[in-house]
């Protein structure tokens, strides 16, 4: 079980799948995570065999993400998630402010619910590499074709010519960041203006501690592993940091729960601690997406 932003208030509960792999839970990670919506997240074992009995308490949905309000309301179906953030948040911004906009973002995400079945079979989003030589079917070339109109038409409804779609973060870029993953992970052909777009979503702080996250499980078989050669990862993940059996640290509790530290990673010739290896795991994947803790790292 995952804590965010919880401070006092009732809170939602998030149901979510494998984080390198479930491209809808992302999106539902994000829809809260992004706009600072108060949230617990709970984990459900996509490929553990135990996703029945996960969701046994938010029936009748069945499949990630789930969404349950504060006031035990169950919630599935990543649109409807959205639209009901929306209407109990207005002042989050989760919709662009101006009407056209944000119609057009709305179009923008329901088309993504029903479209692009060829790229989201032929390219199942992982996280954990970049394919190489990978040959996308006439289909997936179509709908890569789509996306870049609908990308290219919301930019001319927003005037944004680069960054967030509609000028500002909102749904739309949300409901796009798994499309980016799997642009960025087959290097799949797309404009240069666009590519960038990709890797600008990926390159989010909190996209980044969703991978991470994600990078502290280890699978046997790899879920959609293709026999084709692979690169790195190509934000985060530098490998400058590594875990080592033990301290001492220079720090006596751990960045993020501030509990006594049992775990530890060696960055830099300098040894850290933290409370469990959830912990340490998600920061040696990807040390830089943490700012409690490199603010510890730079403060020490």
């Not at 590499?129 to 609908?150: M, V």
């Not at 001319?156 to 960054?163: F, R």
């Not at 059996?245 to 060696?266: H, M, R």
Request: net charge negative; with cysteine.
């Amino acid at each position: 079980m995952e804590l965010r932003g919880l401070t006092g208030v009732m809170t939602y509960e998030l149901f979510i799948g494998d984080r390198m792999f479930s491209s809808w839970s992302l999106r539902g990670w994000l829809m809260l995570e992004k706009f600072g919506i108060p949230f617990r997240s709970h984990m459900v074992g996509l490929y553990s065999g135990t996703m029945a009995l996960d969701l046994a308490s938010v029936l009748p949905a069945r499949q990630v993400p789930v969404l349950r309000t504060p006031e035990g309301c169950v919630v599935g179906q990543s649109l409807a998630m959205a639209e009901t953030l929306a209407e109990r948040h207005p002042d989050a911004g989760l919709w662009p402010e101006d009407p056209a906009q944000r119609a057009t973002a709305r179009w923008l995400c329901a088309e993504m619910v029903s479209s692009f079945t060829a790229l989201r079979g032929e390219c199942p989003m992982q996280l954990m590499h970049c394919y190489e030589g990978f040959e996308p079917s006439r289909n997936t070339h179509g709908d890569l074709a789509r996306i870049e109109t609908l990308w290219a038409h919301a930019r001319a409804v927003s005037g944004a010519a680069s960054g967030p779609l509609f000028g500002r973060y909102s749904l739309a870029d949300v409901f796009y960041t798994p499309v980016a993953a799997r642009i960025v992970g087959y290097n799949l052909p797309v404009s240069a203006d666009n590519r960038q777009y990709c890797l600008d979503l990926l390159s989010d702080t909190s996209v980044r501690q969703w991978r991470a996250m994600g990078a502290t499980v280890s699978y046997d078989p790899v879920p959609y592993a293709l026999d084709l050669p692979t690169t790195a990862w190509p934000i985060g993940a530098s490998g400058a940091a590594r875990s080592v059996a033990g301290g001492p640290s220079l720090n006596a509790t751990c960045p993020y729960s501030g509990k006594p530290v049992t775990d530890f990673l060696e960055m830099d010739g300098r040894i850290w601690g933290f409370c469990n290896r959830f912990c340490r795991d998600k920061t040696d994947a990807d040390p830089e997406a943490w700012p409690k803790f490199m603010a510890m790292v730079t403060t020490g």
